[in-house]
Structures are given as C-alpha cells and as structure tokens.
C-alpha cells in the first residue's frame, strides 16, 4: 500500500516556476516507477511525465518536454515535478502517481491532486 500527498501548486504568472512535490508513505516506495499525470475540467487525466523506480529513466509529455523535470529520492520517498516556463495551458490540477509498468503506464495509487493556475 502506497499513500501519495502531493504539494507545491498554486498561483504562477505566465513565464514562471513552480516545483511540485509529492511524499509517499510505505515502505514499498522504491518499487514503483512514480509519475505525474494532470486534468482539466471535463477532460480526461493525461500523462505528463514518469520516471523509473531507480531514477535512471524519465519520459515527457511532448507538451512539457525541455519545461518540465521529474525527479526522485528514494531516500526520502519524494518524487517532484520542477516546472519552468509555465504557460496558462498548464492551468490544471496535477497528480501522483505510483505506476506498476513504465510500458503500459499502469497505475496502482493516485494522490488526490493539487491545482496549479497561471495567470496571464
């Protein structure tokens, strides 16, 4: 069992920073490829970014590629998500995620989500 509790969102101008955290709690942490995902009202949750269980491997969402990074320490049971040049199309709510495949994208636990707006 895996618990995720994300943090950092808020309000950002057009061009800004934000870096986004999310702390994991059981002992299974280092297992689990994590990965952020985020939604828009009335669309469907979509992939961002992801990052191997040993940290060795990350992938993008073109839309975020060369802005966004994921990272993680083990050590700490943190994965964070620095986003930087942000515009106001990344106004949404991000998420969490602990997948069980990097291939398939399947995901075993959700974090409940923090909202990011960025004004123009």
């Known amino acids: 069992q895996v618990q995720l509790v994300e943090s950092g969102g808020g309000s950002v101008q057009a061009g800004g920073s934000l870096r986004l955290s999310c702390a994991a709690s059981?002992?299974?942490?280092?297992?689990?490829?994590m990965g952020w995902f985020r939604q828009a009202p009335g669309k469907e949750r979509e992939f961002v970014a992801v990052?191997?269980?040993?940290?060795?491997?990350?992938y993008y969402a073109d839309s975020v590629k060369g802005r966004f990074t994921i990272s993680r320490d083990n050590t700490k049971n943190t994965v964070s998500l620095q986003m930087n040049s942000l515009n106001t199309v990344d106004t949404v709510v991000y998420y969490c995620a602990a997948l069980a495949s990097f291939t398939t994208m399947r995901v075993d636990y959700w974090g409940h989500g923090t909202q990011v707006a960025v004004t123009s």
């Open positions: 059981g002992r299974t942490f280092s297992r689990y490829h």
């Open positions: 990052i191997t269980w040993s940290g060795g491997v990350t």
